[in-house]
């Protein structure tokens, strides 16, 4: 298992994020406290149609840790870009920024940039939970220099593509996560959400079908 440290609602046995790899926050690149408070009232605001707010929140953010956690160990080596997007009444709801991450296998290791973007991307899963809606995780991964990029993913040439992403999406609804086939993952990115237009193709990316996700079992 891979080591990670500082997760923003730790659990005892619970993996840990490192934050030691770029992004600290700068005059330029503010920790995202404004994008998490705000989630945070929409998190409540829609625990307070529940017959226990408190309860509805605690459950929906032990669902996002879990699933924060798995995307995150199970992305494979690579340099990865992660996001959610969580349909609301007056639009899709996502992070400011995708979170960067890298993952080195073969030293078991994981850096998460220090601004904590993690947070945002955990309300935005507790946001999906508690609200009921079918929310989308995105990954976008690209290979680290050196990587077996093929071993990694299990399909196609090491080197075939290594310029571009390889995007993988999970559908979360109601407390589950469920990976999303290739073509499923592009026509969600390659069409524009309120209206199905077409969007411009990126001919260095790639949609691959995603795996199970695996999330980490809870204590007792």
Do not use: K
Not at 41 to 51: E, K, P, S, V, Y
Not at 95 to 117: C, M, N, Y
């Amino acid at each position: 298992m891979s080591t990670i440290r500082n997760l923003p609602h730790p659990r005892p046995g619970t993996p840990t994020v490192d934050r030691s790899g770029p992004g600290a926050p700068t005059a330029d690149r503010p920790a995202p406290g404004a994008a998490v408070d705000r989630l945070d009232a929409l998190i409540w605001a829609a625990a307070r149609a529940t017959d226990d707010p408190q309860l509805a929140v605690g459950r929906a953010r032990e669902f996002a840790e879990g699933v924060f956690v798995g995307l995150v160990v199970g992305a494979g080596s690579g340099a990865h870009r992660l996001n959610c997007s969580v349909p609301t009444a007056s639009g899709p709801v996502t992070a400011e920024q995708d979170l960067h991450f890298e993952i080195a296998a073969e030293v078991r290791t994981v850096s998460l940039p220090a601004a904590g973007g993690e947070r945002e991307l955990c309300e935005l899963f507790a946001l999906a939970h508690v609200t009921r809606a079918e929310a989308t995780a995105i990954l976008r991964t690209r290979p680290l220099p050196g990587a077996d990029f093929g071993a990694t993913f299990g399909f196609g040439d090491a080197n075939a593509g290594s310029e571009g992403y390889v995007v993988r999406g999970w559908r979360l609804a109601d407390g589950q996560t469920a990976p999303i086939d290739a073509a499923g993952m592009f026509a969600f990115c390659c069409s524009e959400a309120s209206s199905g237009e077409p969007l411009p193709l990126d001919p260095t990316t790639r949609y691959a079908d995603a795996r199970p996700l695996v999330t980490p079992p809870r204590p007792g």
